[in-house]
């Protein structure tokens, strides 16, 4: 796996690939690196916009956090920073269908403890019966020590994207 570049670098790819679709905001607040955010507003109607059969919005949030070794105190604390924070973006209301927060980890070795705390992260909230949406917390890990991606069980799709951007096949000339 192709993690053998400092964690400046792997930064800077995620973020390349991420602002493509998702504002991102660079941050010098202790271990957070940079803040993604992506929303998107669908509708369908019938001949005219007043006349709506449906309507939905959907967002995510993504936290991106570098540190040199990753303790489960530090996991904790940047858990509950990435939570506490993105539920104060998430607007549950009629039209409101998904909110995703993501916390991901870049760091050069992760200890055994913040790793299993990270794998069996499961923090799901819904709105008035989900009537008015729901939140789900996803969390990848990028440990350059052993080149691992590890994520929760809602986070599958993000160890997907993540050995897409870092495990790209080098093309022979």
């Known amino acids: 796996m192709d993690l053998e570049m400092s964690r400046e670098e792997m930064l800077e790819k995620l973020l390349e690939s991420y602002s493509a679709y998702f504002d991102v905001e660079r ?10 955010q992506f929303h998107v507003h669908s509708e369908k109607y019938v001949l005219v916009k007043k006349a709506k059969l449906w309507e939905h919005d959907c967002s995510e949030y993504v936290y991106i956090f570098s540190v040199p070794h990753l303790t489960e105190e ?4 940047c858990e509950e920073y990435a939570y506490r924070e993105g539920m104060k973006l998430i607007d549950p209301k009629p039209g409101h269908m998904y909110s995703y927060i993501t916390a991901v980890f870049l760091c050069d070795s992760c200890e055994e403890k913040a790793e299993k705390a990270l794998r069996k992260c499961r923090i799901y909230k819904s709105f008035h019966f989900s009537f008015y949406g729901w939140m789900d917390f996803h969390t990848a890990l990028l440990a350059r020590q052993g080149g691992r991606i590890i994520t929760n069980r809602s986070g599958r799709d993000k160890a997907k994207l993540m050995k897409n951007i870092f495990m790209k096949k080098k093309r022979s000339e």
């Open 27 to 36: 941050c010098q607040k202790g271990p957070l690196a940079a803040q993604c």
């Open 74 to 77: 530090l996991y904790r604390k």
